[in-house]
């Protein structure tokens, strides 16, 4: 089956430490990895997402997130935490299976609260 | 650019009342999407078109119908309101080209059904 577990409901960090969502995914056949974030009355927006390739990705805001097949898990990373990264964080997988469309399964989220 | 937008922001409804949530992108996407979500339940998938003139089901569109209008639009109708409709919903597009293709949201619709 194809899923993605966001193992944490809550992260708590405080501003300038190094933080870590963690995520781990069930998939048949090559995963198609990818984070959002979701500000307060806001839409999800695009951080990050991994293909293939380096297990290190890069992206949005000085996030980034790695790869691990054999622990199955895409962790989003940053090194130096802001008050303004405080939001809830999104990991999601492709769903590969069907052919009418690209669809994408949504973790349950992780509020990131980063205190100043 | 205004991406993806979405009406209206805010609804109450009372049980058995009827609405459609509208939804047009601006990006020439060829997929859309309608999810809702629940706290602690992340995004679920109600329904989706991965191109124009197709719709499909996702995880829970009972209670859902939705109409593509055309490229650009694509709506979502509760034909009944129940309480379990409260939500808050998103529309998404992506280009649909390819498996990894990232999708766009719409800043949400928070729906309250009494």
């Known amino acids: 089956a194809q899923s993605v577990a966001q193992p944490e409901d809550q992260v708590n960090v405080a501003e300038g430490n190094p933080l870590t969502v963690k995520c781990t995914y069930s998939v048949s056949g090559n995963p198609y990895l990818f984070w959002y974030v979701q500000y307060p009355n806001r839409g999800l927006q695009f951080l990050l997402k991994?293909?293939?390739?380096?297990?290190l990705v890069k992206g949005s805001y000085g996030f980034e997130a790695e790869f691990n097949k054999s622990q199955t898990s895409f962790h989003l990373k940053k090194p130096s935490a802001l008050v303004s990264d405080s939001a809830l964080y999104f990991c999601?997988?492709?769903?590969?299976?069907?052919?009418?469309?690209?669809?994408?399964?949504f973790g349950a989220g992780t509020r990131l609260f980063v205190k100043a | 650019n205004a991406g993806v937008t979405q009406t209206p922001k805010f609804q109450v409804l009372k049980t058995g009342q009827s609405m459609t949530l509208q939804c047009a992108q601006d990006?020439?996407?060829?997929?859309m999407y309608w999810y809702r979500q629940d706290p602690g339940m992340g995004l679920r998938l109600i329904y989706y078109?991965?191109?124009?003139?197709?719709?499909d089901k996702g995880e829970v569109p009972n209670g859902y119908n939705v109409s593509r209008l055309n490229k650009r639009e694509f709506s979502l109708r509760l034909e009944s309101a129940a309480p379990s409709q409260t939500s808050v919903y998103f529309c998404?597009?992506?280009?649909?080209?390819?498996?990894?293709?990232?999708?766009?949201f719409g800043p949400g619709t928070r729906l309250t059904v009494l």
């Open positions: 078109s991965a191109s124009e003139g197709t719709t």
């Open positions: 998404a597009s992506s280009d649909g080209a390819s498996k990894s293709d990232t999708q766009y």
């Open positions: 991994y293909i293939t390739g380096d297990n």
């Open positions: 999601a997988v492709r769903d590969l299976r069907n052919t009418g469309g690209f669809k994408t399964i």
């Open positions: 990006m020439n996407h060829n997929s």
